[in-house]
């Protein structure tokens, strides 16, 4: 069988459960490892920083990764780029936020840790997603790269910067947003372009929001039972719940494991 470059989402898709309290279905398990086995390239897709998610890889099982958003990639177990924002539009959005007195924080460098200025951004969110370092008096313009940029505040209030309009952002928790890349399928191709392979044969399996932009017409695109309307309506095919052997079934299906 020609060989196929598969990249899965992690929550909701690889994985049950909320962050922190997760498991992996055997079926899942056995349906990767029997992939792997087959000679079958496999990868991990997520919005999460190099830093955040290294560990998770490899946890998992794996050791390709395409990371923050669709700016990083990994390939067997070696970091080949991270991808930072578009400088001058985060330091605008930054200076917008202190004017309208928005509370704000940043990743300058791929570190398991964010900058905030004072203790407000923690204060506000209570998130130990990852650690919170205040650095009094920050300016972000002491910082070469920016990777990410975190805004406290409750929906819609956004809507009040004009700025945030210039760069990809997300909400995965009520009390603030995330400013950061969030086109998986540049990561995917950045990949493929890597290893010199062909973009048709391509498979990602995806459940939620943040996976619309890798489920693409140039290859093939798996939405989970358990997917949002919106993925299921651009999938090739849709498979069974996470939890009821989804990845297992459709692996089947298609006859890439027997």
């Given at each position: 069988?020609?060989?196929?470059?598969?990249?899965?989402?992690?929550?909701?898709?690889?994985?049950?459960?909320?962050?922190?309290?997760?498991?992996?279905?055997?079926?899942?398990?056995?349906?990767?490892?029997?992939?792997?086995?087959?000679?079958?390239?496999?990868?991990?897709?997520?919005?999460?920083?190099?830093?955040?998610?290294?560990?998770?890889?490899?946890?998992?099982?794996?050791?390709?990764?395409?990371?923050?958003?669709?700016?990083?990639?990994?390939?067997?177990?070696?970091?080949?780029?991270?991808?930072?924002?578009?400088?001058?539009?985060?330091?605008?959005?930054?200076?917008?936020?202190?004017?309208?007195?928005?509370?704000?924080?940043?990743?300058?460098?791929?570190?398991?840790?964010?900058?905030?200025?004072?203790?407000?951004?923690?204060?506000?969110?209570?998130?130990?997603?990852?650690?919170?370092?205040?650095?009094?008096?920050?300016?972000?313009?002491?910082?070469?790269?920016?990777?990410?940029?975190?805004?406290?505040?409750?929906?819609?209030?956004?809507?009040?910067?004009?700025?945030l309009k210039e760069l990809p952002w997300c909400r995965f928790h009520k009390e603030y947003?995330?400013?950061?890349?969030?086109?998986?399928?540049?990561?995917?191709?950045?990949?493929?372009d890597y290893l010199g392979a062909d973009y048709k044969d391509?498979?990602?399996?995806?459940?939620?929001?943040?996976?619309?932009?890798?489920?693409?017409?140039?290859?093939?695109?798996?939405?989970?039972?358990?997917?949002?309307?919106?993925?299921?309506?651009?999938?090739?095919?849709?498979?069974?719940?996470?939890?009821?052997?989804?990845?297992?079934?459709?692996?089947?299906?298609?006859?890439?494991?027997?």
């Open positions: 069988m020609k060989r196929k470059y598969f990249f899965f989402d992690i929550d909701g898709t690889l994985a049950v459960g909320v962050p922190g309290k997760q498991y992996i279905p055997e079926s899942t398990k056995m349906a990767v490892r029997k992939l792997q086995e087959a000679g079958h390239f496999t990868a991990i897709a997520t919005g999460r920083s190099y830093a955040m998610a290294a560990d998770n890889m490899k946890a998992l099982g794996f050791s390709n990764m395409v990371s923050d958003g669709g700016n990083g990639i990994t390939i067997d177990n070696k970091l080949i780029e991270i991808k930072p924002l578009d400088y001058d539009k985060c330091l605008k959005l930054i200076e917008e936020c202190r004017q309208k007195d928005f509370i704000w924080a940043i990743s300058p460098d791929n570190t398991k840790r964010r900058l905030a200025p004072d203790h407000r951004f923690y204060d506000f969110t209570h998130d130990v997603y990852m650690d919170t370092e205040v650095v009094p008096g920050l300016d972000p313009r002491d910082y070469d790269k920016i990777y990410k940029v975190y805004i406290a505040c409750f929906s819609p209030e956004e809507e009040k910067l004009d700025t947003l995330f400013v950061e890349p969030g086109d998986k399928s540049v990561g995917i191709k950045a990949i493929m391509v498979v990602v399996f995806g459940d939620e929001k943040n996976d619309l932009s890798m489920f693409r017409d140039e290859w093939t695109s798996i939405a989970m039972g358990n997917a949002i309307e919106a993925l299921k309506e651009k999938a090739d095919y849709v498979t069974d719940d996470c939890d009821k052997d989804g990845i297992y079934n459709a692996c089947r299906h298609f006859g890439w494991i027997d």
